[in-house]
Structures are given as structure tokens and as C-alpha cells.
């Protein structure tokens, strides 16, 4: 049995299972412990559950032949899906993580269906952050090169039926099951560290609220789905520098804590550099032209995950990069869909629209005419761009400058800066039922991790709906790992 250490002489509450944060992955772990028959608590330190989870798009990555993807005509297998992952997700993306969530895929789909998470079988089917429809499934790069060559393509982007932007349906949803299975939660609750006896078995937590510090025994587990680093800047100096300075897609809460109060009693941490870079681009103006860097050389294919597109951008090119198009491809796209974009620099020739770029003298002609002749054909050998996607561009030609930002539907004005929005993918190292492991590989009794304060599927690549996929799976797993311990 733990003896609680001399500092704490007693627990000003007891629960079996303790959760900090209260976003996707929280909600699911709550939800298991509590069905598993743990008496669970939620502490979060804002004023409600949601999260980042509650502001994402809502997409959850889930494939392997779910019932949406058949209902919408596409075979699929979980070998498929896992090799699609290992190659969209790496480098040394986690392997054995992978695996086991491509197998268990269709499973978790019905168990987010089963929650009540409503999906609509039908597909959107072109590029797009987040479709203006209730389609329930949509692509996300699986048909895009190099990728259609290392797996059969079949759209995985699983969305909540909501037009738009879907993760707080998605939130709510999963926060009205943990709360009929009996989960409870203190909002404006700040964990401020984890408490361990003397052999290093976590005991539980200190929390801080409205001034008042207290404590919390958790008599089976902790579980900690505190988010990433993106709003710690000292973090993101030491681990991740890229990432500073740049747009944070976060609820302003992810500041790393979770994963310090781990590192505090000797937790180890993996991919700490990696990071996804968004893009304030409009996918489908994207592949319908071309995407140039500062040099006006093409540096992706265009008609590919526009986040891919986005950690190009920043890590191979330091945000400098337009989108060049002609009248055609604007006006093809509705302007329901454009998000307020609107070309920054328009000329009759690709020479003039290179000149307004400050683009070396020359450069943005021969991409273009090396691009048109090919268009012509019907081929890209340079980025293999989908023939749906391949027309020769004519004058006049336009720019766009991603710093310029987008205007998502209800999230108000455009803001300029460096037209990157980023959050982090490296945390704490877990097992595949979300034990928190130590330095030597060893797990830290009593502490269990998922979401973004783990380090999950992820290497140093990234895919819309693997941080809800991968937050709610693994989630699960480890609140079904906390609640069976005695």
C-alpha cells in the first residue's frame, strides 16, 4: 500500500480516478474509468470542458471499411489505413501505436457512434480545410501523391455532422456520456503538481482554484490530457523554435504543464521538435494553381493535406511562399468558399506578377510555362498533381499571400501574420494503454497520458483527425488502464 508522504498529511478529497483536462482525450478516458466502475473527477482550468478539441474542425481519422466509408462506395483495410499513416506520419512515427489503432478503427467508430457522435454517409470530395457541408466523410492527402503509391486511396476524414467546423458538437457529445456514466468535474482548476510517495507511485495531484490550494488522492490512477506546449513559449524556445512566432492553434490553456508536472517526478518525453504548421490558404484555390516559394519554384504538390502543404511552407521555406492562380481558378471556386481571400497582386504577364513578388527575374515565367506545357497533357512528372486538378493557367495571373490570413465561417476577421497557425506533436512517452514511462523505459505507477500532452501516433508528419482519433482512442485506453488498477 502507498504511504502518503509527510507533506501531505491528508487528502482534502479522494477519488479513484483523477483526470486533468477535459478536452477529447479526457472526455473518453473519464468516460471508460467511469464505466469501468471508478468513481471519476475532471479537473480543468478553464471555466468548462472542450478545449482545443471544441474549437478543431471535428475531423476524426478512422478508416479500415467504417460504415460511412461503405456507404459512401470506398473499400478500405486496417493495412491499408496503417500504411497510408506510417507514411503520412513519419518520420518515426509510432509504429506499434499505429497498428493498433488502424485495427481497432471501425471498432472506435462505433463507439464514438454509439456515444451518439452523429455522421452523415456522404462525401465531400475535394481539397478543403473544413467542408461547408454536413458530409461525414471527406479526403485528407490519401489520394495525392507520393501516397497513391504506398496505399490504396480511401477518404478517412470522418466528420460530425455539423456544417463547418464540428469539434464542439463533437465535445459536447462525449462530455454528456461521461456525465451520464457518472464522471464529475471542477472547472477553473489549475493542477499545479503531482504527488508520489517514496518508491515514485503517483498518489495523486495539488490543484489550485479561486486562490484556494488543495488536494486530490486518486486511489487507482491519474490520467493526464493536459494538451501540448504551444502557449509556453520557454517550451517552445527549448524544444520546438520553429514554432515561435507563428499563429497558436490552441484554447489559449496549452501551455505544457501535464507534461512538467510528468518530467517533475521523472517521466521521459519523445518528439519534442515536431510540430504541425496550418497554412492560411484556401485548399481549393490551391490545387487549382500553384503553390511557389520565394525562388518561384513549386516546392509540393498543390492538390495534397494542405497541412502538408503547411509544414513545407514553414519548415523548408520559412513561410515565404504565394499561391499564384489565374481568373479561371478563382471564379471556379464559390466565394462561400474562398474564406475572404482575395488576390494581393494581379499582372498580365507571369514576368510583371514576379517583379510585384520580388521574385528573381525570370523564375516565376519558366515555372509557369514548364507547368502549362505539361497541364497541356494532362501530366506533372515534376509534383504529380491529380489530372482532375491540371490546367494550363492564362493571363491575367494573380497572387495571394497566405500572410494575408483566411476568414473561417464564424471565426470572425482575417488577421496578418506569418500565415502559419501551429500547435504541438511531441509529449510525454506512453504505452499503448497510456502508461507513462520514465527515463529507463519503466512505467511510473499510477500515471497514465493521451492526447497532445502524450507523444501518440505521430513522427514528424501530420493528418487532420489524428490528434481526435488518436486523443479518444488512447484515451480510452488509458482510463480503462487507470480504472482496472487496484
Not at 515536431?274 to 509540393?300: K, W
Request: overall charge negative; glycine content about 14%; proline content about 6%.
Amino acid at each position: 500500500m502507498s504511504e502518503i508522504p509527510e507533506q501531505v498529511r491528508a487528502f482534502d478529497l479522494e477519488t479513484d480516478v483523477l483526470v486533468l483536462g477535459y478536452g477529447c482525450a479526457g472526455a473518453a478516458a473519464a468516460f471508460e474509468a467511469a464505466t469501468g466502475g471508478a468513481e471519476v473527477l475532471v479537473l480543468d482550468k478553464a471555466g468548462g470542458p472542450g478545449g482545443a478539441s471544441a474549437l478543431s474542425g471535428g475531423e476524426v481519422y478512422l478508416g479500415g471499411g467504417t460504415p460511412i466509408q461503405r456507404a459512401c462506395g470506398f473499400d478500405d483495410s486496417p493495412e491499408q489505413m496503417a500504411a497510408f499513416l506510417r507514411a503520412a506520419l513519419g518520420p518515426d512515427a509510432d509504429a506499434e501505436k499505429i497498428e493498433l489503432y488502424c485495427a481497432d478503427s471501425v471498432a472506435h467508430f462505433h463507439w464514438l457512434a454509439d456515444r451518439g457522435v452523429p455522421f452523415t454517409p456522404s462525401l465531400w470530395d475535394a481539397p478543403a480545410w473544413v467542408p461547408p457541408t454536413d458530409d461525414g466523410l471527406m479526403w485528407l492527402g490519401e489520394n495525392s501523391w507520393p501516397f497513391t503509391e504506398l496505399a490504396t486511396p480511401a477518404p478517412r476524414g470522418h466528420r460530425p455532422t455539423a456544417p463547418d467546423f464540428g469539434g464542439k458538437l463533437l465535445m459536447d457529445v462525449l462530455v454528456a456520456a461521461a456525465e451520464s456514466a457518472g464522471v464529475t468535474a471542477q472547472y477553473d482548476t489549475a493542477a499545479t503538481n503531482l504527488i508520489v510517495d517514496d518508491s515514485g507511485s503517483v498518489l495523486g495531484a495539488r490543484a489550485r482554484r479561486y486562490g484556494q490550494t488543495f488536494t486530490v488522492r486518486a486511489r487507482r490512477g491519474l490520467v493526464l490530457t493536459t494538451g501540448g506546449f504551444v502557449d509556453n513559449d520557454q517550451m517552445l524556445a527549448a524544444h520546438a523554435p520553429r514554432l515561435l512566432g507563428h499563429t497558436k492553434v490552441s484554447a489559449g490553456t496549452d501551455d505544457g504543464s501535464g507534461i512538467r508536472m510528468a518530467q517533475a517526478v521523472g517521466a521521459a518525453v519523445r518528439h519534442m521538435s515536431t510540430g504541425q504548421a496550418g497554412i492560411a490558404l484556401v485548399p481549393g484555390l490551391a490545387a487549382r494553381g500553384l503553390v511557389v516559394n520565394g525562388r518561384g519554384e513549386r516546392f509540393v504538390t498543390e492538390d495534397t493535406y494542405p497541412g502538408r502543404i503547411g509544414q513545407a511552407a514553414l519548415f523548408d521555406q520559412d513561410m515565404d511562399v504565394w499561391v499564384i492562380l489565374d481568373e479561371q481558378a478563382f471564379e471556379e471556386l464559390p466565394e462561400a468558399e474562398r474564406w475572404g481571400v482575395r488576390p494581393a497582386h494581379v499582372a498580365e504577364t507571369a514576368g510583371e506578377l514576379g517583379d510585384l513578388l520580388g521574385l528573381p527575374p525570370g523564375a516565376l515565367t519558366a515555372t509557369l510555362t514548364r507547368y502549362n506545357e505539361f497541364a497541356a497533357h494532362g501530366t506533372d512528372p515534376d509534383f504529380h498533381k491529380a489530372p482532375r486538378w491540371l490546367r494550363p493557367l492564362a493571363p491575367p495571373f494573380a497572387a495571394i499571400d497566405v500572410k494575408a490570413g483566411v476568414r473561417p465561417p464564424g471565426r470572425g476577421s482575417a488577421r496578418r501574420g506569418t500565415g502559419a497557425s501551429v500547435f504541438t506533436l511531441g509529449g510525454l512517452h506512453t504505452t499503448v494503454d497510456g502508461a507513462v514511462l520514465d527515463r529507463t523505459g519503466t512505467p511510473i505507477t499510477g500515471l497514465y497520458a493521451a492526447g497532445r500532452a502524450a507523444s501518440g501516433l505521430h513522427g514528424a508528419g501530420y493528418i487532420s483527425g489524428t490528434s481526435l482519433g488518436d486523443g479518444t482512442y488512447f484515451g480510452r485506453r488509458a482510463g480503462t488502464a487507470a480504472a482496472r488498477r487496484s
